[in-house]
């Protein structure tokens, strides 16, 4: 078992049900047994977002909303903001010194993302030496385990690659941090396709009763079920893919029988699924509307999290300047 977890994400609007599932429920349950660090990554949303960062700041306090209304727990977990921790850059500055720049050109998401971003020019320092701010917040507080997505996965190699290289350049001072790959499979969006902000197919955390219905209410369905008498095939409706995650199991049962004879109706299947969902996401709705109306929890909490993370930071860069005596 890894005692340290770190895990961070980038201010990038509003989360929905394919972040609260893939990523903060895991998140939830690993606070529970190990010691957790949890930062806004919002200099990292910089590097593809330098031209226009009049929301940023707005992004971070949503982001730290939706966190605590999901239930990460400030007195479990360690919660801060990358900008309010200057140790950060400078562990950075450092790790750039030593590392060859190859290892950043090879990096896989390094040219996807230049491939898919045409609209902004990413071919700046800071866009290529992305891994290495990276590298420095994990290593900054010697994780031992860092749960990420796949696509994840060449960052967090890199991130080994570079504590070796400083270790046997200087002294040993980082260990090298696991992957916690996230299970969870791919949450269908409201148009069939995986659900991601970029499709305009979300369901997000600080949606209305009112909004989830009406998302759900216009929801693809089995394509061949055309009118009300036709049968339907649960097995290739992205509806049924939210029963399985939100429904009973006698609903689910329900529904996968009667959708195959035309006995219920897509109308009443969705109303059984906005339900459940519903019901799922209404302690997150109350406590989200609790925080808006109290924005000091929330600095409360990023004051306390970056001082304890500061704690930490402060010692590891200690050691790292005696590593290389300076
Ligand atoms: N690159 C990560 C992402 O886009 C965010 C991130 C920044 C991160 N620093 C991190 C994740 C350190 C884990 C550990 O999702
Ligand atoms: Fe999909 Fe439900 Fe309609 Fe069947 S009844 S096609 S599972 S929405």
Redo the contacts with the bound molecule.
Sequence with gaps: MPNRI?????PSGRLHLGNLLGALDNWRLLQKDHECFF?V?DW?ALSTNYEDTSRIKEFVQELLIDWLAAGINPDRAIVFV?SRIPDHAILHLLLSMMIPIPWLERNPTYKEKQEQIQDRDLSTFGFLG?PV??AA??LLYKADA?P??K??LP?LELTREIARRFNSLYQPVFPEPKELLTEFPKVVGTDGRKMSKSYGNTINLSDPELVVREKLKTMVTDPARVRRRDPGNPDVCPVFEFHHIFSPQPIIDQVNRECRTAEIGCIDCKKFVADAMVQRLSPIWEARATLLNNPHIIEEVVHQGCERATKVSHQTLEEVKAAMKI
């Design positions: 770190l895990s961070g994400m980038q930062f990554a990292h990358q992305y701010l990276q917040d994990i860092v990420v997505g696509d994840q960052h």
